[in-house]
């Protein structure tokens, strides 16, 4: 979503480091080009003039023009303005200190309402919460169908007494039923049946209006709840600031949740939300899958904006999605001196998928914007052919790829759906990761470090950068006849002084007398 902008900020940083010293001239107009980034990014007007003013205010201070290197401390205050406007800092749900924790989720129809009730209820029951979701949204058709299938699939149970409307509007499925009495039943529930957290859906509309505004006024009366959250769809743009100051107004919600925010839209309700309506943004949502749910950490996506990368985030998704005994398997196996097999690669590619998207993974590591190209080209289902491939072998190819000959490569290939040359191409690329494994379970680390072995490809007789010591003649006697006569005087007449120096200049011979030096000079020569 923050492509664009990440791209447009990030050139205009780039020509600031050619500057050693920086210009009034300069600051403005690279504030203006942040200005201009930020609009065509479909930021809040007065957001950007706030956020504008403040980065060429405090880059006109002494603390830019005092510093060492000018053009990384305006990136520094971008940033800090950009988490600023964002948020600050992240907070995590108010729980009820007598449960159940009432949570009331309000907005738009369209905004995702519903399927982020399942995201938010999956992610409260992996932290060892048991939720309860209720279907108070009796009028847009099928809700509480879809509310249903949803909670089915987080493993949450659903509080539906009313069907609500089950067909098309305008048509005999309107409900008659009353979604305040629904949700206030529902909280009443949760408590006899010693749920910790209530999640209310509510309906929304097209637009804001008065109806939209009483009814969810009216649940919150009713349920007393300890978080509104404000669910926004984040590729709206500035319509998002008009929508949420409305609903801040007529139902004062606690915190903002930003759905939709893997879509391709230019962002702005994401920068502007925030600051103008004075609430924190306190999760997002970043795809379909009820997984794609995160917490939202302001300096973190302004790290993202500015390619700084989200490493935290990275780490943070790897542990959750390796398995820690298998981990400490596979380096007990390593330490071993055990070869790296298909199998274990197998196994590996497993947890890389749990993980996610492989290019949302990508996206995350620093400077990867100067990659933005090769990671929109880059082919998820590439990861599924690998798998097909190592899939379609035997325990005992994968055991020992060796034994795979041509008749093998043939089979493997027809039952994976691919070439033949797709399974060579992965044999060889396994051959050099095992080789590498190898290597790091001998020398304890990397390859090509101090201490280690070299990295594949780079051989083991000669290294880069250094000469490998001359043979010494077993007999000390030069080839050439001159030579090896002078040799044999200096033999016989002691050690001499090297022939040559740093001058070209040959030594001087021990007959001759000693070189006149001024006096003190000595030391310096080591005489």
Do not use: C
């Not at 447009?8 to 010293?21: A, D, E, H």
């Not at 749990?354 to 289902?381: H, V, Y």
């Amino acid at each position: 979503m923050f492509a664009t902008l990440s791209d447009r900020l990030t050139s205009t940083f780039k020509n600031l480091r050619t500057k050693g010293r920086l210009s009034e001239a300069d600051i403005d107009a690279t504030v203006r080009e942040i200005r201009r980034a930020l609009l065509d990014a479909d930021v809040a007007v007065s957001v950007v003039r706030e956020f504008t003013g403040t980065v060429r205010e405090r880059a006109l201070s002494a603390e830019v023009s005092g510093a060492l290197n000018p053009a990384q401390q305006v990136v520094k205050i971008v940033n800090e303005e950009l988490v600023a406007i964002l948020g600050g800092e992240s907070r995590g749900l108010n729980l009820a200190k007598n449960p159940p924790t009432v949570i009331m989720l309000a907005g738009l129809q369209g905004a995702g309402k519903t399927t982020l009730a399942g995201k938010l209820a999956l992610n409260l029951r992996e932290q060892g919460h048991t939720p309860l979701l209720v279907a108070a949204d009796l009028q847009r058709p099928n809700a509480v169908t879809q509310l249903k299938v949803v909670g089915e699939r987080a493993g949450v149970p659903v509080y539906a007494p009313d069907p609500g409307n089950q067909g098309a509007e305008g048509q005999s499925g309107v409900s008659t039923g009353d979604p305040v009495t629904v949700a206030r039943a529902g909280v009443e529930t949760a408590r006899s049946r010693q749920h910790d957290v209530v999640i209310i859906d509510t309906a929304g509309r097209l637009g804001v209006d008065a109806d939209l505004m009483q009814q969810a006024a009216d649940i919150r009366d009713a349920t007393n709840p300890d978080e509104i959250l404000f669910v926004i769809d984040a590729m709206i743009g500035q319509d998002a600031v008009a929508t949420a100051q409305a609903f801040a107004e007529g139902v004062s919600f606690t915190g903002v949740v930003l759905s939709k925010l893997d879509g391709d839209a230019r962002g702005g309700a994401a920068l502007s939300v925030a600051r103008v309506t004075g609430q924190p943004i306190l999760f997002a949502s970043t795809g379909e899958k009820l997984t794609d749910f995160e917490v939202f950490h302001p300096d973190r996506m302004a790290s993202r904006i500015l390619d700084m990368g989200d490493v935290l985030t990275l780490i943070e998704q790897a542990e959750k999605a390796f398995d820690a005994d298998q981990a400490q398997d596979m380096a007990d196996k390593l330490a071993s001196g055990k070869d790296f097999t298909l199998a274990d690669f197998l196994v590996q590619m497993q947890q890389m998928r749990n993980m996610g998207s492989m290019k949302k993974m990508l996206g995350m590591l620093p400077g990867m914007g100067q990659m933005r190209e090769a990671l929109d080209n880059f082919d998820e289902r590439e990861v599924d052919r690998v798998e097909a491939i190592v899939r379609s072998m035997t325990p005992g190819e994968r055991e020992n790829p060796k034994i795979i000959n041509g008749s093998r490569r043939a089979r493997i290939a027809k039952g994976s759906g691919v070439t033949t040359t797709d399974v060579n191409q992965l044999l060889e690329r396994f051959a050099g990761a095992q080789k590498m494994m190898k290597q790091m379970s001998r020398g304890g680390g990397m390859p090509g470090m101090p201490g280690m072995g070299n990295m594949p490809g780079m051989g083991g007789k000669k290294q880069r950068g250094r000469q490998a010591p001359a043979k010494k003649n077993k007999k000390g006697r030069s080839g050439n006849p001159a030579k090896r006569v002078a040799e044999q005087q200096g033999l016989t007449a002691g050690p001499s002084t090297p022939t040559g120096s740093a001058f070209g200049m040959g030594g001087a011979a021990k007959d001759e007398a000693p070189l006149e030096l001024p006096p003190g000079l000595e030391k310096f020569l080591g005489r």
